[in-house]
């Protein structure tokens, strides 16, 4: 079946707009997570879904990001006044249930540039 | 806090040779561990996972990797390796508690394989 799928693939936006990444999760997975790839380094954790609700933000690296999982599925991470640092691969993941021995299934990434 | 150190930043070996990929861990309590690879142009897929039990674990590919907990690693091995398995590894933990999401993963190790 079908993978996790991200997009847009590639964004490239300016110092200072508002941009918005989407994740659609395997049909049936209940948990979905964001990570923050940058260059030369692995995945770091943003945030966690366990349906509609985000059960642990602490990832999160300031107030200019949030995410939502309205109804339960697709999920759009939203960045406010990009800064360069926020350049990065954003990585998706799904599990078909929370906790810690499920594995969790990664899509392609959206790769963020903001100029 | 949860942290992973992936000893090697880019390792280079020729086709046929073994392989081993150094993977230290701090956390005191009980965890659980992964390998994820990253072939070129793909995205992130699980190697192996280590819950409980057996300390050697094998994984797809001939991929094993054994957990020591004494040394707090778990090291990943491979008696032979192919110009296919040119990728980029990463260890990752999480906390083998109910309630523990996230993965902390390490910083990669970029693997070329000589044909």
């Known amino acids: 079946g079908a993978g996790v799928s991200q997009t847009p693939s590639n964004k490239v936006t300016e110092k200072g707009k508002y941009v918005e990444l989407r994740c659609d999760p395997i049909?049936?997975?209940?948990?979905l997570y964001w990570y923050r790839q940058s260059l030369g380094q692995g995945p770091e954790f943003l945030i966690y879904f366990q349906g509609t609700g985000a059960a642990d933000d602490s990832g999160l690296p300031n107030d200019r990001f949030f995410a939502v999982r309205p109804e339960g599925s697709v999920s759009t991470l939203k960045i406010q006044r990009t800064e360069r640092g926020d350049s990065a691969v954003y990585l998706c993941?799904?599990?078909?249930?929370?906790?810690?021995?499920?594995?969790?299934?990664f899509g392609p990434g959206t790769r963020l540039t903001v100029l | 806090a949860q942290s992973v150190s992936q000893h090697n930043h880019h390792v280079i070996l020729s086709e046929a040779a073994s392989l081993e990929l150094g993977c230290n861990y701090s956390?005191?309590?009980?965890?659980?561990l992964f390998w994820y690879v990253q072939y070129p142009g793909q995205h992130l897929q699980l190697l192996l996972k280590y819950f409980s039990g057996d300390p050697l674990v094998k994984g797809i590919k001939g991929f094993e990797a054994e957990f020591i907990k004494s040394k707090f690693s778990f090291n990943l091995r491979k008696p032979s390796v192919q110009w296919s398995d040119t990728a980029e590894y990463f260890c990752a933990v999480n906390a083998g508690i109910q309630g523990a999401q996230k993965l902390v993963f390490g910083q990669g190790t970029r693997l070329t394989i000589n044909p």
């Open positions: 993941a799904s599990s078909p249930q929370g906790g810690p021995y499920n594995e969790q299934f």
């Open positions: 956390y005191g309590g009980t965890v659980n």
């Open positions: 049909s049936g997975h209940t948990a």
